[in-house]
């Protein structure tokens, strides 16, 4: 009889956690298709047990990426808008590097899109001695979509893209043969698809940062998603400069600290623009008046390491 009174008190216990998630996160049905994910997703157990053990841990990994998301986390939007990719996508650069765009992982993957070095070259980034297109903010995530584009072709579900991202094309495609389906909860939990497990906490990871700063569109008073989306809508835009140009200089220019102006330029090496390069300075879009009016009454900068100054744009 106590057995009996245990399963009922048991599948009474998982009967209300079930319906908890959806009351808890009415953004499910949003976030799941964005994603190509079949919205009964939110039902399977072990990716209810990943968001409650982890949804605490999680929020504050979100809170503190989105505060280093000024001027990131607008300009990736508008890239994909511009590329006609869900903005969703921002939550896969949230998990690859919670918006540090000097991230760089032991693999030697960086940037906000944490791509390794010849992923990098493939998708047309500049990288050299004196310039990294892995960490521009802007560059990175046009080859980020592009990439994402890319490796969906012949998986056909945004969600596989995805995982692709993390364990490659090949890896999910075989995957998928090996499951005979493309549903993510079989190939989850088919240990015939053999999806590597880091692959399987990756699109929760994904999907949980999603339902979080998502939340705030469905759900009333819910002040944690609405960091997001009330984030300072000011992007950044690339301006060229003359070649040898500092960033001190930059920064005193449009009247802003200098730590911020070089989180959003992490791609120049050194603190100055190469000479007889094409490279551009990303600077805050609301300052482009100011920069415009002000960058050309400057003489030309003369770094001491540069032989040669670029004529003037």
């Known amino acids: 009889m106590k057995i009996y009174r245990f399963l009922i008190f048991v599948l009474f216990f998982h009967t209300?956690?079930?319906?908890?998630i959806t009351d808890d996160f009415p953004s499910y049905a949003y976030v799941l298709n964005e994603f190509d994910i079949d919205t009964n997703y939110i039902?399977?157990?072990e990716f209810q047990d990943f968001v409650y053990h982890n949804r605490a841990a999680y929020t504050k990994r979100f809170v503190d990426a989105v505060k280093r998301g000024m001027l990131?986390?607008?300009?990736?939007k508008e890239v994909m808008y511009q590329k006609d990719i869900s903005?969703?996508?921002?939550?896969?650069?949230?998990?690859?590097?919670?918006f540090k765009t000097e991230a760089k992982s032991v693999s030697a993957a960086g940037g906000l899109w944490q791509f390794v070095r010849?992923?990098?070259?493939?998708?047309?980034?500049q990288i050299n001695n004196t310039i990294d297109e892995r960490y521009d903010p802007i560059k990175s995530t046009f080859a980020a979509v592009d990439y994402l584009y890319k490796i969906r072709q012949g998986l056909d579900r945004w969600y596989l893209a995805a995982m692709a991202y993390n364990?490659?094309?090949?890896?999910?495609?075989?995957a998928v043969d090996r499951a005979g389906t493309k549903d993510l909860a079989?190939?989850?939990?088919?240990?015939?698809?053999?999806?590597?497990?880091?692959?399987k906490k990756y699109i929760k990871k994904?999907?949980?940062?999603?339902?979080?700063?998502?939340n705030y569109l469905f759900k009333e008073n819910d002040t944690l998603g609405e960091m997001i989306h009330q984030i300072n809508p000011d992007s950044l835009t690339p301006v060229p400069v003359r070649g040898g140009e500092n960033l001190h200089t930059i920064a005193s220019v449009l009247h802003m600290d200098y730590g911020i102006l070089k989180r959003t330029n992490m791609h120049l090496r050194a603190d100055y623009v190469p000479s007889n390069s094409n490279v551009k300075v990303n600077i805050p879009t609301s300052r482009l008046n100011m920069f415009n009016t002000k960058y050309a009454q400057m003489q030309p900068y003369y770094h001491p390491q540069q032989r040669v100054v670029a004529s003037r744009y």
């Not at 364990?167 to 075989?174: F, I, P």
């Not at 994904?206 to 998502?214: C, K, N, R, V």
Request: hydrophobic share 40%; aromatic share 8%.
């Open 118 to 125: 010849g992923t990098g070259k493939e998708q047309r980034l």
């Open 87 to 98: 903005p969703l996508f921002i939550y896969l650069a949230m998990t690859e590097s919670s």
């Open 16 to 20: 209300h956690s079930y319906a908890d």
């Open 206 to 214: 994904i999907l949980l940062f999603a339902l979080i700063g998502e």
């Open 167 to 174: 364990c490659g094309q090949g890896c999910m495609q075989r």
């Open 186 to 199: 079989t190939l989850l939990h088919s240990k015939r698809a053999k999806v590597p497990a880091q692959t």
């Open 72 to 76: 990131i986390v607008p300009t990736m």
């Open 43 to 45: 039902y399977d157990r």
